[in-house]
């Protein structure tokens, strides 16, 4: 089944940029639709997009438009997450989730997730 | 406030029977058979339990069942056993740019 590791915390200034990887193994990236997914503290989840492969687009929720972009290195099957201008409300787990519907369609149901990393935006 | 509404709370006792709902509108729940549930244990990343409103993935345990009925879709879990006790969300496809909207989470405690 797909593995997904993702990178370490991290604490970042208020404006600033951050962003997290997310290593699949056991398959590779050019098989997924990868997602990413927060949580912040004591909250619950928020879409913030990903790959659609009906478009072969990446689509983004339109409260991250802008601020953020999504990336696949496939050379490595590591995907990335960057978040720009980041304000105290972005403190958050951040996931990276795989879409059930793979490259077929996308089913809006997540089945293998990463572990999570804490972005703490903390001036 | 979530797009989809979620009681905060529900229990029960072992072996029991308990429903979680999950309300939202047209836009979403009733207008798309895309209804997911997720388990998720305190420090763990949430694990997908229910999709395609009533499927179950492989290795879910036949305890767990979904459902919906126009704008309110049901999580039900059977034999309650103390290892359920999580919190829980619902998510929808919505027609709106958010694309995927969740619940604001329901606290299952097993008493």
């Known amino acids: 089944q797909v593995q997904l590791v993702q990178s370490g915390a991290e604490v970042k200034k208020p404006g600033a940029s951050v962003t997290v990887s997310c290593k699949v193994s056991r398959y590779t990236l050019t098989e997924l639709s990868m997602h990413w997914v927060r949580q912040a503290p004591g909250k619950g989840l928020e879409w913030m997009g990903g790959?659609?492969?009906?478009?072969?687009?990446?689509i983004y929720a339109q409260k991250f438009q802008g601020r953020v972009t999504m990336t696949e290195d496939t050379s490595t099957d590591t995907a990335y997450m960057e978040l720009s201008s980041l304000r105290s409300e972005d403190t958050a787990v951040y996931y990276c989730?795989?879409?059930?519907?793979?490259?077929?369609?996308?089913?809006?149901?997540?089945?293998?997730w990463g572990q999570g990393t804490l972005i703490t935006v903390s001036s | 406030q979530s797009a989809l509404t979620q009681p905060a709370s529900v229990s029960g006792s072992p072996g029991q029977s308990i429903t979680i709902s999950c309300t939202g509108t047209?836009?979403?729940?009733?207008?798309?058979?895309?209804v997911s549930w997720y388990q998720q244990q305190p420090g763990k990343a949430p694990k997908l339990m229910i999709y395609d409103v009533t499927n179950r993935p492989s290795g879910v345990s036949n305890r767990f069942s979904g459902s919906k009925s126009g704008n309110t879709a049901s999580l039900t879990i059977s034999g309650l056993q103390a290892e359920d006790e999580a919190d829980y969300y619902c998510?929808?496809?919505?027609?709106?740019?958010?694309?995927?909207?969740f619940g604001g989470g329901t606290k299952l405690t097993v008493l």
């Open positions: 989730a795989t879409d059930t519907g793979g490259l077929r369609f996308l089913a809006w149901a997540f089945d293998y």
């Open positions: 790959f659609d492969p009906e478009d072969g687009e990446t």
């Open positions: 047209s836009s979403e729940v009733a207008g798309y058979k895309y």
């Open positions: 998510s929808s496809y919505t027609t709106n740019n958010t694309h995927v909207v």
